[in-house]
C-alpha cells in the first residue's frame, strides 16, 4: 500500500513540474498568453544588440497621421493592428540624396566578428557568406508610422528573437518587397511580426504621440519592387528611390498628388471567398431552384443524322428562355469529320413549332443523360469551349 502511495506522490510532483515549467516558458503564443513587447523608441539600442548604431539620421518624419495622447497601455485596437503593403506610396520616408543608414559600416562590424556574423544569417535567413550582398541590395529609409515586428538581438553567441514596436522616425533597410529587413540603430535584422492574438506585457516607455490603435504591420509584397515612392521628410515633398540604392539617384516627383499628410491605405482583412471563381461543372447542381439544369450540347461531325431530339432535357424554345443569370453548357466534339462542320455564323436551331431541319448535315443533337465514359470521354475536357461550362 506504501509503495502505490509513493508512486502516485511522485507522479503528481512530475505533473507539478511540467505545469511550472510551461507557465513560466517565454515562447506560448495561445489567444489567452501574453508576450512581451518592446517599445523601441528611435533611437534606442534596446536589449542585446547586434551592433552599434548605422544610422546616419534621427530626425522625426511628418507623421501620416495626427498624433494622439500619448498612453501607457496600448488600446485594445492595437489586437488587430492596421496591414500595410510595403508598396504604399508614402509609407516610408527619408531625405533626398541621403541614406538614412552607413551600409558599408554595417558590413564592417558583422564582418569583424563570425559569430554575430552567423547569428544575423541565421536571423535573416540568408547564408552567411552572402551577408554583405544581402545588406547592399537593402534600400536605407525611415518609418513613417510605428510599426510592429519581429526583432533579434545577439546574446551567449546566437541570435534571440521579440516582438518590437518601432517608432515612427527609426532608420532601417527595406527589402524589395518592402519589407523592414534591418534596424540601423542596433543592426538588428528584422522580419514580419508574428500572429499572436492574445495579451501583450509592454516592455519600455511609450513615447509622446504613441497610439496602440495606430500602429501598422507591413505586408511583404508578392512581386519585386524596383522603385519605391517615398516622402521627404524635410520639405513633404515626394521622392522616387530605386530599390538597393543608398539615395544618390533619388528623383523627385513633383507630378504626385497624393497628400503625404494622409494615413496610408490600410487593406482589409482578409476573408475567403463567398463562392468559388470558376464556374461550376457540368454535373453541378443550378444556382437556383428556377434554373433548368444544363445539359451539354455536343457537336457530332463523323456521322451525320437527322434523328429528333430525345427525351433528354434541352436548351429551352424560343418564348421560354430561362431565367437570366442561368448557367449554360456547350461543348465541341470533333472526331474525324467526313462532313464539314459549320461555322460560327450557322443560325440557332428553330423553335418547337418549326420540325429539325434534317438537310443540314451537322444538326447539334442532345447526348445522353450523362456523358460517356472512357477514352471519348477525355474529348470533352481537353474541348476550348470547356473552360466556359
Request: charged share 15%; proline share 16%; aromatic share 4%.
Amino acid at each position: 500500500m506504501s509503495s502505490t502511495l509513493r508512486r502516485i506522490a511522485a507522479a503528481a510532483a512530475v505533473l507539478s513540474v511540467g505545469a511550472f515549467a510551461a507557465g513560466c516558458g517565454g515562447g506560448a503564443t495561445g489567444a489567452d498568453s501574453e508576450q512581451d513587447l518592446n517599445l523601441q523608441p528611435i533611437a534606442a539600442a534596446g536589449p542585446d544588440p547586434f551592433t552599434g548604431s548605422t544610422a546616419r539620421s534621427t530626425a522625426t518624419p511628418t507623421p501620416a497621421a495626427p498624433p494622439g495622447t500619448a498612453s501607457n497601455t496600448p488600446t485594445p485596437g492595437f489586437r488587430s493592428a492596421r496591414t500595410v503593403s510595403g508598396s504604399t506610396p508614402g509609407l516610408y520616408g527619408g531625405t533626398q540624396s541621403v541614406a538614412s543608414c552607413d551600409v558599408e559600416k554595417q558590413i564592417r562590424f558583422l564582418g569583424g566578428d563570425r559569430a554575430k556574423n552567423r547569428a544575423f544569417a541565421e536571423a535573416a535567413g540568408i547564408d552567411p557568406g552572402s551577408v554583405a550582398g544581402f545588406l547592399r541590395g537593402l534600400t536605407p529609409v525611415v518609418l513613417r508610422e510605428d510599426t510592429r515586428v519581429t526583432n533579434h538581438g545577439f546574446r551567449d553567441g546566437s541570435a534571440t528573437s521579440f516582438q518590437s514596436v518601432l517608432q515612427a522616425g527609426t532608420a532601417v533597410l527595406i527589402d524589395d518587397h518592402g519589407a523592414p529587413r534591418v534596424r540601423c540603430a542596433c543592426g538588428n535584422p528584422l522580419k514580419p511580426p508574428n500572429t499572436h492574438q492574445g495579451g501583450w506585457n509592454d516592455k519600455g516607455k511609450p513615447w509622446p504621440g504613441f497610439r496602440g490603435d495606430r500602429v501598422i504591420e507591413v505586408r511583404p509584397t508578392t512581386v519585386i519592387i524596383n522603385n519605391f515612392i517615398i516622402v521627404n521628410i524635410t520639405n513633404n515633398t515626394w521622392i522616387e528611390r530605386k530599390s538597393g540604392d543608398d539615395g544618390r539617384h533619388d528623383r523627385e516627383r513633383p507630378d504626385i498628388h497624393i497628400d503625404p499628410n494622409k494615413p496610408p491605405v490600410t487593406e482589409p482583412p482578409t476573408t475567403p471567398p463567398a463562392s468559388p471563381s470558376t464556374s461550376p461543372p457540368i454535373s453541378s447542381p443550378p444556382p437556383s431552384s428556377g434554373c433548368p439544369t444544363p445539359t451539354p450540347t455536343v457537336t457530332v461531325t463523323e456521322t451525320p443524322t437527322a434523328t429528333p431530339p430525345q427525351s433528354a432535357p434541352a436548351a429551352p424554345p424560343t418564348g421560354s428562355a430561362a431565367p437570366s443569370g442561368c448557367p449554360t453548357a456547350t461543348t465541341t466534339v470533333t472526331a474525324t469529320p467526313s462532313v464539314p462542320v459549320p461555322g460560327p455564323s450557322t443560325p440557332s436551331p428553330p423553335g418547337p413549332s418549326t420540325p429539325p431541319d434534317t438537310g443540314v448535315p451537322s444538326e447539334p443533337v442532345s447526348p445522353p443523360t450523362s456523358l460517356p465514359s472512357g477514352p471519348e470521354s477525355d474529348l470533352v475536357g481537353q474541348s476550348p469551349e470547356s473552360e466556359n461550362v
